[in-house]
Nanobody, 125 residues
Framework: QVLLTESGGDSVQAGGSLRLSCEVI????????LGWFHQAPGKVREGVAK???????NYADSAEGRFTISKDNAEKILYLQMNSLKPEDTGMYFC???????????????????WGQGAQVTVSS
């Protein structure tokens, strides 16, 4: 069992920054792949960024250059630093855990077996 708890959601102006955190309980941070997903109102949940057990990362095109995923293995916290926020970044952000260690094996939402409850981010223009 892996318990994930997000925090850091807030309302910000366009161009602002936020850092989301996800506490991971029940699994070592040096195994598995962790990801951040975004669900805009009325839309499907989509991947934003992922980080493998070994620290390799990848990003959705919409996040590349603006968002940074990182993790603190000792504190067991996953982060998403979001800069230059846009109104289209509004929505719920979920952290999720995939049991495989490599990014290639953790593609879409179906590969992630544990999910947090989500954090709301609202970006106003």
């Amino acid at each position: 069992q892996v318990l994930l708890t997000e925090s850091g959601g807030d309302s910000v102006q366009a161009g602002g920054s936020l850092r989301l955190s996800c506490e991971v309980i029940g699994r070592s941070m040096s195994t598995g792949t962790l990801g951040w997903f975004h669900q805009a109102p009325g839309k499907v949940r989509e991947g934003v960024a992922k980080i493998s057990a070994y620290g390799a990362t990848n990003y959705a095109d919409s996040a590349e250059g603006r968002f940074t995923i990182s993790k603190d293995n000792a504190e067991k916290i996953l982060y998403l630093q979001m800069n230059s926020l846009k109104p289209e970044d509004t929505g719920m952000y979920f952290c999720a855990y995939c049991a495989r260690n490599y990014l290639d094996y953790c593609g879409g939402t179906s590969d992630f077996t544990y999910w947090g409850q989500g954090a709301q981010v609202t970006v106003s223009s």
